[in-house]
């Protein structure tokens, strides 16, 4: 399981510095007004953020 185990990143290992892998990502258009109204409106952001944003967030009442 895991990264080691994908037969698409197996080259990784292959050298000590490792290969540079090009991956499709889409953007999030995300901004704190975004946020804010989402929050605001009674929904979760949690998605919109990594997790260590989100708990800071929370924790901070941050929005609220």
């Given amino acids: 399981s895991g990264f080691d185990s994908d037969k698409r990143y197996g080259c990784l290992f292959d050298q000590p510095a490792g290969y540079?892998?090009?991956l499709a990502l889409s953007a999030l258009d995300v901004s704190s007004s975004k946020?804010?109204?989402t929050v605001?409106?009674?929904h979760?952001?949690?998605?919109?953020v990594p997790d260590p944003v989100w708990s800071y967030i929370c924790d901070k009442k941050l929005y609220c």
């Fill in 20 to 22: 540079i892998v090009p």
């Fill in 40 to 42: 605001l409106g009674g």
């Fill in 35 to 37: 946020i804010r109204k």
């Fill in 44 to 48: 979760s952001a949690r998605y919109l």
